[in-house]
């Protein structure tokens, strides 16, 4: 169960990082776009991605963050772990 549900976590959090490289390299040349284009559109463009596009790939972001860190404490890879450590339990 704990397997299945770390490779499904994996899986989504490839996912969502994938999509927030992609959306931010599509900002990038937006802007680019908006560069060599100018003026009223130019503006138009900025405006789109800075109040529709951003947003979107904050939260996705954020969520993949959380994704990630629950993924680490699920498998016990974080270095904040609840649990003792082997050098710990040595010392004991």
């Known amino acids: 169960m704990k397997d299945k549900l770390v490779s499904i976590i ?11 490289l992609l959306v931010g390299g599509l900002s990038f040349f937006g802007y680019l776009a908006a560069i060599i284009i100018g003026g009223d559109t130019a503006a138009s463009i900025c405006k789109f991605i800075y ?8 939260l996705i972001s954020t969520s993949m963050i959380i ?21 710990e339990e040595k010392a004991e």
């Open 10 to 20: 994996k899986i989504i959090f490839g996912i969502g990082t994938v999509i927030c």
């Open 51 to 58: 109040k529709d596009m951003y947003p979107v790939l904050v």
């Open 67 to 87: 994704l990630g860190v629950i993924k680490l404490y699920i498998c016990g890879e974080a270095k904040s772990s609840f649990t003792k450590n082997k050098k």
